[in-house]
């Protein structure tokens, strides 16, 4: 553990909390408050939003294309940063996810694809014991909750959920968000959910029990994070929320409602990814209008980001980069990234250096007032850079191993290049002439894409081994 100085950022925060925070979010010392000299240091919420399988230019503030309606997710952006180069760790979901939820390359927790491990990890989940977001701040006085889709191990497979009677094992209870910090739970991606609470705010007897909803999955998952808020929004504690819609991900269905506001889109998958995403949309507009309600819209802190790369033919787009969910070009891990804190970071503002998923551990540690930071971790704290205390990149260089069957990709970016590996083979892309990532320049120049070949070596020599073969799906026996 180490002891990072006090960020000259804090002082500004503190202040500018203290004068909007009304008095009901007063509470005891070590909970909602620690004691900073003579003066109380108020935290605030916290609420990352994640998205599933969301194209860089499907939210109309990236002006990309013009069928996106998404003005609740855009209005984050008009009250905070939007960050163009915002990235995640894998092009896949679970990697994805692990690596937000640790703020770690998701390798040192076992996890490497959907469907592959790292050594010695030979199940499909993320390793026991690690900490998490959710277990950090719980061990300050955050009250922590999530809805949404899991995606780490233990919530019943879109294939388990049609069998008649599903069950949790004890196997699978060690796995789920309990067991990684969450006090409070509604994990599900579509009509099954294991939960700690139903959604009238009653906590279950003995949880985790598993219910099912019919209804179209967005609109639970965001009644069960609305129901959170209101739960613990004039709490003695702060809150955190980890929110993570599966949309726009297939099975690509919407309501009637949604698909009829985009009743003259001519493809159809297309039509079907825009209602979905409005959906979504709409959720993020009733979280703001809950912490609105309650008066604590000002003292929370929220993040907007995709999981990954809009997939082919999913009806999505991650125009103007090349590629998509499943490789390691820009437009499998380059995401819509958001994070809006009133009167903490600048409204408006558009952030262009390369900034990760990873950033998000460290960034709301440090907003929480959290003095001993984890030494492995692979994140920075954002708020210097974006408020502008700090120049330069937070990262001087990005990095991502994603192995799939046979072949495996891996690659560094910096601000200007990136070295893409596949399989045995090297390029190099001048991102600065070639954002597209068409033009291989490794030839040309030989010195940039040895240094950079040589940087990878090193990471990737650090990382665990990947298990020689997938990981089989666990299908369980019909129920009699």
């Known amino acids: 553990m180490i002891v990072p100085a006090n960020p000259p950022w804090k002082a500004l925060v503190m202040l500018t909390l203290l004068l909007w925070l009304p008095p009901s979010r007063s509470c005891c010392c070590g909970e909602g408050e620690r004691r900073e000299g003579d003066s109380k240091v108020t935290r605030p919420n916290i609420i990352v939003i994640f998205s599933d399988d969301q194209g860089y230019a499907d939210l109309g503030i990236q002006e990309v294309h013009d069928d996106v309606v998404t003005p609740h997710i855009d209005g984050l952006a008009h009250r905070g940063v939007r960050m163009t180069k915002g990235f995640v760790t894998a092009p896949q979901c679970m990697p994805s996810r692990v690596g937000i939820l640790t703020g770690r390359y ?20 993320m390793i026991p014991n690690v900490e998490t977001i959710a277990s950090y701040l719980r061990q300050v006085g955050y009250v922590t909750g999530m809805s949404g889709k899991w995606g780490v191990g233990g919530v019943p497979s879109r294939v388990e959920q049609s069998q008649v009677d599903p069950r949790l094992s004890a196997e699978d209870r060690e796995r789920l968000p309990a067991a990684r910090g969450f006090d409070e739970y509604f994990a599900g991606v579509q009509n099954l959910y294991t939960v700690s609470h139903r959604l009238d705010g009653s906590p279950v007897e003995n949880p985790p029990q598993l219910i099912r909803d019919s209804r179209y999955r967005v609109e639970v998952q965001a009644e069960a994070a609305l129901g959170f808020v209101d739960r613990h929004a004039s709490g003695q504690q702060p809150f955190f929320l980890y929110y993570a819609p599966y949309s726009p991900h297939a099975p690509f269905e919407a309501p009637p409602e949604y698909l009829a506001k985009f009743a003259d889109i001519v493809d159809k998958r297309r039509q079907t990814c825009l209602a979905m995403m409005s959906c979504v949309d709409d959720s993020v507009g009733r979280l703001v209008d809950a912490l609105r309600r309650h008066d604590i819209e000002r003292s929370t802190l929220i993040w907007y980001i995709s999981d990954n790369g809009a997939p082919k033919n999913g009806g999505g787009s991650n125009a103007p980069l090349n590629g998509g969910k499943g490789n390691l070009l820009d437009g499998g891990i380059r995401v819509p990234f958001i994070l809006s804190w009133p009167d903490v970071v600048p409204a408006g503002a558009i952030y262009e250096n390369m900034v990760s998923a990873l950033d998000v551990l460290p960034t709301c540690l440090s907003a929480a007032d959290v003095d001993k930071f984890p030494e492995d971790l692979d994140g920075t704290d954002l708020i210097p850079y974006l408020t502008g205390i700090r120049a ?24 200007r290049w990136k070295l893409l590996r596949q399989g045995q083979r090297d390029q190099l892309f001048d ?35 990947v298990t020689e073969a997938p990981v089989p799906r666990r299908r369980r026996t019909r129920s009699p």
């Open 106 to 125: 998701q390798q040192h927790s076992g996890i490497e694809t959907n469907r592959s491990t790292t050594e010695p990890n030979r199940t499909q989940a």
């Open 392 to 415: 330069g990149s937070p990262h001087s260089y990005l990095f991502f191993r994603w192995q799939f069957g046979a072949g495996m990709q891996a690659a560094i970016r910096s601000e």
């Open 431 to 465: 991102l600065r002439r070639d954002p597209g990532e068409v033009r291989n320049v490794a030839e040309e120049q030989a010195a940039t894409a040895e240094q950079l070949r040589n940087r990878l070596d090193v990471w990737l020599s650090s990382l665990p081994e």
